[in-house]
């Protein structure tokens, strides 16, 4: 039986290329993106990193270096990157029997097999010719016996440039000098808490954790541990998940771009998160019983008293209908609201998911059919608000929304948007 092998295709500052793919004059200029309300940077250009930018860091902290280099900086175009990501998935997916979207800029792919018709190197480079050609975003490769090392694969495709962007480690031998080089929290899924166990057992370096019994690995630690262990000696131990799983909950939550202390603003905010939860949710093809409703004042103004409260409630049936989560947030707010404060973020949560039409209702509820909710009405909003961003929307959200997040860096959205298509002169 032919054993496994993987490809990890990560793409490269993902964020950052999408900015740079439609502004040629920006070719080798530095480019950082920001987070919600323009506060910190988390994606950053190949030539802002050699600058010292620093994945995280607030903006004010750098504000003087990033003047003294010209560094130009961009608002998190979510629309833009989504669709981006899109076009190199549905791309992956033609040139690979089976695959896996692990986040919006990385895909596992099965290559079982393909070595048998070409080395893996070379596809691995048609890869990255296809994704560079057709929509101008480079990617690097990792091609390994299991996923794990596929991840150590492609970080050492990205580190170290004379690979030409991929590297294949099916080799034995290639796994163990990569192994040697790295330490042991570059593994995938080892953190900063399992990394000072680890080496507190003299363990610093991924062959070393490599080489350590599986089964004393997971007498101190876990299965999970055992398992990342012998996905390190090639042993193939996480499967591809062409499906995503469902989602546990859902959460919508933004901190605001100007402080909250009108009751009617915070209402608008809550019934816009809880419009996009149900669309989620919708998308997911779920239904939720439970919702909560929270809000806060900042944890880091020492002007602004602190705040901090939840409220929760259980619906009597499943729902997917946004008018009946909004009725019931309405209720919760109401329950949280307290004069004097300026709120700084709030959110809703959705759990307790269910299939549509699978739950058991007790034998004293009331009927199904007298629900207020209409599937098809929610999936008419939704096909429209696909179509031409926020067509429709209920009133309750507003129409300013002054509270909402800083974007005053946002660049066109060049490919969802007709009115924002870029103008060849």
Known sequence: MTKPVFALVDCNNFYASCEKLFRPDLTNTPVVVLSNNDGCVVARSREAKKLGIKMGVPVFQV??????HSILAFSSNYALYADMSQRVMSTLEGMAPRVEVYSIDEAFLDVTGVQFSQSLTEFGLTVRQII???IGITVCVGIAPSKTLAKLANHAAKTWHKTGGVVDLTSKDRQRKLLALLPVNEVWGIGSK????????????ALQLADTDPNYIRQHFSVVVER??????????????????????????????????????????????ISR??????????????????????????????????KSVELDTPSSDTRVFLTQAMKLLDGLWIDGYRYAKAGVM??????????????????????ESDPKLMQLIDQLNTKHTKAIWFASQGNKQEWSMKRELLSPAYTTNWQELPIAR
């Not at 605001?256 to 202390?261: A, Q, V, Y």
């Not at 019983?289 to 020492?302: A, E, I």
């Open 228 to 273: 990342t262990v012998r996905e390190l000696n090639g042993e193939s131990c996480i499967a591809l998940e062409e499906i995503a799983p469902t989602k546990k909950q859902i959460i919508s939550s933004r901190a605001f771009g100007e402080r909250i202390t009108d009751k009617q603003q915070m209402q608008e905010a809550i019934s816009e998160y």
């Open 350 to 371: 959705l759990t307790d998911f269910y299939d549509p039409g699978v739950y058991q209702p007790g034998l004293f509820d009331e009927p199904a059919v007298t629900r």
């Open 132 to 134: 560079q050609k057709w």
């Open 194 to 205: 399992l990394t000072k166990r680890l080496q507190q057992l003299g363990i610093d370096t």
């Open 63 to 68: 504000r003087e270096l990033m003047q003294k």
């Open 277 to 310: 939860a149900c669309k989620k949710l919708r998308t997911e093809q779920q239904e939720a019983k439970h919702l909560t409703v929270f809000l806060r004042t900042s944890p880091f103004s020492d002007k602004d008293p602190p705040y901090s409260a939840s």
